[in-house]
């Protein structure tokens, strides 16, 4: 008896130990085939030396949420105690916005003047139909400052158990890239050329606006290249990346050479050309046409140079965003979505994470663009759909190709390239040739640097409406949003990513979902199941126990 005793306090003792000691250590384990819980080291960077406190707030909080999205508050829970633990200055909270009737309404408005939109969701349980209003959204507030994180990975298209799914592989990066806006101040620069003919400012205002954000935007004009051409380059070397947003007025040789010595200092850039001149808007015209015509930008022999050749032909694919036409006459017309072969569709066949899980992207006479043998790499970024066909120039485009039987067999071209990223060390376009200006320094061979090229400037462009410019990539007559703008941010950000944030877009996370139809149609057998079996188990083992009790003391 006193040997029994002194095992049980000697094991009492070791478990008040243990437990005291791990009050101290802290230690979580993923065990996930994908480790969807362990953090990159990139997201860890981002939080390592915070020092105060990051406050975030979740709106995905309520009872009535369908299945997928429950999954989705739980996995956006786990990632942010996973957060939590790296740092613990990281607090977080979920909060229902509409659990108070008395305040929903308002609740409502006052988040959804902060940009933070419902999102109606149909839920199917228990073989019932219904609908739930939820707030995908997160706040994340760092000295003063408060970001809007997005939780939902909206895709066209997907279902919800798709969307959830999207959601989950988005998670860590959104919550990182807002940590990192939050904590880590704006030092690299950003020049959007001007003076060619480029995009003007409203027309880029929605990208601008969410650029800004991450880094210092300026305008940047290459018209002093003739007079001192050395300063020019100087000052533009000032910046880290440029953009040319849809230029229409051809390059100078000299201005080509300030941007060759650019790119061999190191430089980034981001191309948006069309080869083609043709607006969509210049078709509302009495005649309903107009005539594409090759644009002359004087850029193919850089690009040829760079590994890329941009074609001045138009691609028409039968997988496009449909165009809005008034049909009808006078009092008795109507708005109606019709096909348009013109404005192309592009995905990605690509994990590169500018691309990945990348809402589709929409385009307008876009251009084709071939890839050119060199050392330089090229990654396809987006590419047009296979029910594709090339159109040459000079022709004459009319919105009477909206009621047109269109013949599948005539799109035979397949997947046409529609925007390239180049990486490497790049060879000038002067190299081995008479040089128009005489600098100081004609580098022949570049640092190891990036480019960005897109075959169609519209990518960039966003509508104006009654002279408010609206967001990039939403289509105000379909409600339909399309992928524009965060192609266009995850671009920027890789060619400027030098800490790999923008890498943790390539994570594949794959979550399970249990099927709700059988879950209906199976849930009364189940029921039974695990309320009748433990009890049938329990019955049993107490006749056995009784029996073997009373033949051991029979005697």
Do not use: C
């Given at each position: 008896?006193?040997?029994?005793?002194k095992?049980?306090?000697?094991?009492?003792?070791?478990?008040?130990?243990?437990?005291?000691?791990?009050?101290?250590?802290f230690k979580?384990?993923?065990?996930?085939?994908?480790k969807?819980?362990?953090?990159?080291?990139?997201?860890?960077?981002?939080?390592?030396?915070?020092?105060?406190?990051?406050?975030v707030?979740?709106?995905?909080?309520?009872?009535?949420?369908?299945a997928?999205?429950?999954r989705?508050?739980?996995?956006?829970?786990q990632?942010?105690?996973?957060?939590?633990?790296?740092?613990s200055?990281?607090?977080f909270?979920?909060?229902?916005?509409?659990e108070?009737?008395?305040?929903?309404?308002?609740?409502?408005q006052?988040?959804?003047?902060?940009?933070?939109?419902?999102?109606?969701l149909?839920?199917?349980e228990s073989?019932?139909a219904?609908?739930?209003?939820?707030?995908?959204w997160?706040?994340?507030?760092?000295?003063?400052?408060?970001?809007?994180?997005?939780?939902?990975k909206?895709?066209?298209?997907?279902s919800?158990?798709?969307?959830?799914?999207?959601?989950?592989?988005?998670?860590?990066?959104?919550?990182?890239?807002?940590?990192?806006?939050l904590?880590?101040?704006?030092?690299?620069?950003?020049?959007?050329?001007?003076?060619?003919g480029?995009?003007?400012?409203?027309?880029?205002?929605?990208?601008?606006?969410?650029?800004?954000?991450?880094?210092?935007?300026?305008?940047?004009?290459?018209?002093?290249?003739?007079?001192?051409p050395?300063?020019?380059?100087?000052?533009?070397?000032t910046?880290?990346?440029?953009?040319?947003?849809?230029?229409?007025?051809?390059?100078?040789?000299?201005?080509?050479?300030?941007?060759?010595?650019?790119t061999?200092n190191g430089g980034?850039?981001l191309?948006?050309?069309?080869?083609?001149?043709?607006?969509k808007?210049?078709?509302?015209?009495?005649?309903?046409?107009?005539?594409?015509?090759?644009?002359?930008?004087?850029?193919?022999?850089?690009?040829?140079k760079y590994?890329v050749?941009?074609?001045?032909?138009?691609?028409s694919?039968?997988?496009?965003?449909?165009?809005?036409?008034?049909?009808?006459?006078?009092?008795?017309?109507?708005?109606?979505?019709?096909?348009?072969?013109?404005?192309?569709?592009?995905?990605?066949?690509?994990?590169?994470?500018i691309?990945?899980?990348?809402?589709?992207?929409?385009?307008?006479?876009?251009n084709?663009?071939?890839?050119?043998?060199?050392?330089?790499?090229?990654?396809?970024l987006l590419e047009?759909?296979?029910?594709?066909?090339?159109?040459?120039?000079?022709?004459?485009?009319?919105?009477?190709?909206?009621?047109?039987?269109l013949?599948p067999?005539?799109?035979n071209?397949?997947?046409?390239n529609?925007?390239?990223?180049?990486?490497?060390?790049?060879?000038?376009?002067?190299?081995?040739?008479?040089?128009?200006?005489?600098l100081?320094?004609?580098?022949?061979?570049?640092?190891?640097?990036?480019?960005?090229v897109?075959?169609?400037?519209?990518v960039?462009?966003?509508?104006?409406?009654?002279?408010?410019?609206?967001?990039?990539?939403?289509?105000?007559?379909?409600g339909?949003?399309?992928?524009?703008?965060?192609f266009?941010?995850?671009?920027?950000?890789?060619?400027l990513?030098?800490?790999g944030?923008?890498?943790?877009?390539?994570?594949?996370?794959?979550?399970?979902?249990l099927?709700?139809?059988?879950?209906?149609?199976?849930?009364?057998?189940?029921?039974?199941?695990?309320?009748?079996?433990?009890?049938?188990i329990?019955?049993?083992?107490?006749?056995?126990?009784?029996?073997?009790?009373?033949?051991?003391?029979?005697?």
């Amino acid at each position: 008896m006193k040997k029994n005793s002194k095992h049980i306090i000697i094991l009492l003792v070791a478990l008040v130990g243990i437990n005291y000691i791990s009050s101290f250590v802290f230690k979580r384990f993923d065990l996930t085939e994908d480790k969807r819980y362990t953090l990159s080291a990139s997201a860890i960077n981002v939080i390592k030396d915070v020092e105060a406190p990051i406050i975030v707030d979740v709106f995905l909080s309520g009872d009535d949420f369908p299945a997928e999205f429950r999954r989705l508050q739980n996995e956006t829970k786990q990632l942010l105690e996973e957060f939590s633990s790296k740092n613990s200055n990281i607090f977080f909270n979920f909060i229902n916005p509409l659990e108070d009737d008395a305040t929903r309404e308002r609740n409502i408005q006052q988040l959804t003047d902060r940009g933070l939109t419902p999102m109606q969701l149909s839920v199917q349980e228990s073989g019932k139909a219904s609908q739930a209003i939820i707030f995908p959204w997160a706040l994340a507030s760092f000295n003063d400052q408060t970001v809007i994180i997005p939780l939902v990975k909206n895709k066209i298209g997907a279902s919800q158990q798709e969307l959830v799914t999207n959601s989950v592989q988005h998670l860590e990066y959104a919550f990182a890239d807002g940590f990192s806006k939050l904590t880590k101040p704006k030092h690299k620069k950003i020049a959007f050329l001007i003076g060619n003919g480029e995009l003007k400012g409203r027309y880029t205002e929605s990208f601008r606006k969410i650029l800004s954000e991450y880094y210092k935007i300026a305008p940047f004009t290459l018209d002093s290249v003739t007079k001192n051409p050395e300063r020019t380059l100087k000052q533009l070397d000032t910046f880290d990346l440029i953009i040319s947003a849809k230029p229409t007025e051809a390059f100078t040789e000299e201005e080509k050479q300030v941007l060759d010595q650019y790119t061999m200092n190191g430089g980034k850039s981001l191309w948006l050309i069309d080869a083609v001149a043709m607006e969509k808007d210049s078709l509302y015209n009495a005649t309903g046409s107009n005539f594409a015509v090759t644009r002359e930008l004087n850029l193919t022999d850089f690009f040829f140079k760079y590994g890329v050749r941009i074609n001045p032909v138009i691609v028409s694919t039968l997988y496009s965003a449909p165009i809005t036409l008034a049909m009808g006459e006078g009092s008795e017309s109507q708005f109606q979505h019709l096909r348009w072969p013109y404005s192309p569709l592009a995905s990605a066949n690509s994990s590169h994470p500018i691309v990945n899980n990348l809402n589709l992207v929409k385009f307008d006479f876009a251009n084709q663009i071939d890839t050119l043998k060199n050392s330089i790499k090229k990654t396809i970024l987006l590419e047009s759909a296979p029910l594709t066909k090339l159109e040459g120039t000079p022709r004459e485009i009319s919105l009477e190709v909206v009621t047109q039987e269109l013949d599948p067999a005539t799109f035979n071209k397949g997947n046409q390239n529609l925007a390239v990223l180049l990486e490497g060390e790049f060879t000038s376009v002067y190299a081995n040739r008479v040089k128009p200006i005489q600098l100081k320094n004609n580098e022949a061979k570049s640092v190891p640097t990036k480019m960005v090229v897109i075959a169609d400037g519209d990518v960039i462009k966003n509508d104006v409406y009654k002279n408010v410019p609206q967001e990039l990539g939403f289509d105000r007559w379909t409600g339909q949003t399309y992928g524009n703008k965060e192609f266009l941010l995850n671009a920027v950000n890789y060619l400027l990513d030098d800490d790999g944030l923008i890498n943790i877009r390539s994570k594949e996370i794959d979550v399970a979902f249990l099927n709700q139809e059988k879950i209906a149609d199976e849930k009364t057998k189940w029921q039974l199941i695990n309320i009748l079996f433990p009890l049938l188990i329990l019955g049993a083992f107490g006749v056995i126990f009784n029996f073997l009790r009373r033949k051991k003391y029979a005697h």
